[in-house]
């Protein structure tokens, strides 16, 4: 049985001196786990984030910051120079594909 689907529209916003203004506010913080989708535009400073970030995916370039240990989760859809990333990588994994094509963790770490 197929099952209707129900297009929505969200629209994201911040306020800024009681004007609404469309995107995301440069000082974005607090728990993302409920975010998910292209971040291709997001940019600034990632230090105040933590959450899972599974569903996210696209170009992190223009991310900076310390990552938190309380940021988790699948990011092999993220992609982009993370050389304005920093933060404790013991978690960092690489799946068991990356290792037969043949990529090293430790050539990945700065």
Known sequence: MKKQLIKKE????HIKD???IEGVHPRLYGNVSGLSGEVSGLSGD???LSGEVSGLSGDVSVLSGE???ELS???S???GNVSGLSGNLDACEITNEEREKGVDIKELII
């Open 73 to 75: 989760g699948e990011v």
């Open 10 to 13: 969200y629209e994201l916003y």
């Open 46 to 48: 990632v230090s105040g």
């Open 67 to 69: 990552v938190s240990s």
């Open 77 to 79: 859809g993220l992609s």
């Open 18 to 20: 009681g004007v609404k």
